[in-house]
């Protein structure tokens, strides 16, 4: 069974920079599927930035140009880099896994995904 763990999050001016990193563990078969979402109290989890086996990656609109979304399959991690941070990325930012053997694109909705991360909370203050 697949496992997810976040690390990275913190506090940051806006216009800063952080890194989150999430450690995948628990299958051989690294997911096809991997993403990165958030949530802040009240709304919806929102899907930010996802990443397929071979490469391909989606973002959120809103983040496109400053996140950038990796996986590194030898140290089976995927990292989440965001630059240029604005007060409206504040959120718990969770890792997803799409632990389905047969998945051809990660998208950005919650309903795709089946395995979640604890989340890690990153702040941006104005």
């Known amino acids: 069974q697949v496992r997810l763990q976040e690390s990275g999050g913190g506090s940051v001016q806006a216009g800063g920079s952080l890194e989150l990193s999430c450690a995948v563990s628990?299958?051989?078969?690294?997911?096809?599927?991997l993403a990165w979402f958030r949530q802040t109290p009240g709304k919806e989890r929102e899907g930010v930035a996802s990443i397929y086996t071979g490469g391909s990656t989606w973002y959120v609109d809103s983040v496109k140009g400053r996140f950038t979304i990796s996986q590194d399959n030898a140290k089976n991690t995927v990292s989440l880099q965001m630059n240029s941070l604005k007060p409206e990325d504040t959120a718990v930012y969770y890792c997803?896994?799409?632990?389905?053997?047969?998945?051809?694109?990660?998208?950005?909705?919650?309903?795709?995904?089946?395995?979640w991360g604890q989340g890690t909370q990153v702040s941006v203050s104005s």
């Open positions: 997803a896994a799409d632990s389905r053997p047969w998945v051809w694109a990660c998208g950005l909705t919650r309903s795709q995904y089946d395995v």
């Open positions: 628990g299958n051989p078969n690294s997911p096809n599927c």
